[in-house]
């Protein structure tokens, strides 16, 4: 059965990141380690506009790169809220963490805004995958930062953020993801800009088949 879901008008104009909160009111949580909120991490990131950057010289775009980013100690309803209203009002998609937190659950089950994630297409299985965003692993934080290494190169003068700016500086070893919230929804949201899912959103009058009865359909039926 399908069900109709919110999605952005315009899918390719920014792409959020989401690091979530581990915390809904858990009190082992809370008992390890003296409270219930714990940091989470948002970011937004402006993918180029081909209209106000024509030009190949990455160096020189005003574009491609983050337009917001936000770091706060929240439980996770306020969180996933905060997340829904960034949504919203910059009109992205989402490519969130999801080894923790309710994002899913909050946007899917509770307020049918599924059109707005990013699911990953699985070459082997010739499918979108179950689970929008990305499980942390190894591979993951590798290829985070990477992408980081990447962003600092070729477009690091034009970020206007300090915060996110010393929050990469801080990230040494994969160890340091875990205190550095900012840092990983800002790798979030560069790996969904990367993703192909991405790519075949900027091909959307281009392509035929299961993604754009997807896409049409206002998203993923869970």
């Known amino acids: ?3 109709e879901v919110w999605k952005p008008l315009f899918p390719n104009r920014f792409t959020l990141g989401a690091d979530p909160t581990d915390y809904r009111g858990n009190k082992n949580l809370a008992i390890t380690t003296g409270s219930y909120m714990s940091d989470a991490g948002i970011t937004v990131y402006w993918e180029r506009d081909r209209i106000l950057d024509p030009g190949d010289n990455c160096y020189d775009w005003e574009s491609g790169r983050f337009a917001a ?3 706060n100690n929240v439980s996770s309803i306020v969180y996933d809220e905060d997340l829904l209203k960034a ?3 910059y ?3 989402i490519y969130p963490e999801t080894n923790k937190g309710d994002v899913i659950k909050y946007f899917t089950v509770e307020h049918n805004y599924d059109g707005y994630l990013i699911y990953d297409w699985d070459e082997n299985a010739r499918k979108f995958k179950t689970k929008p965003g990305v499980y942390q692993a190894e591979k993951s934080k590798q290829d985070i930062s990477d992408l980081y290494r990447n962003y600092i190169d070729l477009r690091g003068h034009k970020e206007n953020h300090a915060s996110l700016l010393m929050e990469i500086a801080k990230a040494k070893t994969f160890d340091d993801f875990t205190k550095l919230d900012m840092y990983v929804a800002g790798g979030c ?3 969904g800009s990367k993703s192909r899912t991405r790519q075949m959103l ?3 009058d281009s392509i035929s ?3 754009e009865q997807l896409w049409r ?6």
């Open 1 to 3: 059965d399908r069900k």
């Open 87 to 89: 949504t919203i009002y």
């Open 189 to 191: 949201a560069l790996l």
């Open 209 to 211: 088949g299961d993604f």
């Open 91 to 93: 009109g992205g998609m």
């Open 217 to 222: 359909d206002g998203g993923l039926n869970l």
């Open 202 to 204: 900027e091909t959307t």
């Open 69 to 71: 980013v936000y770091r």
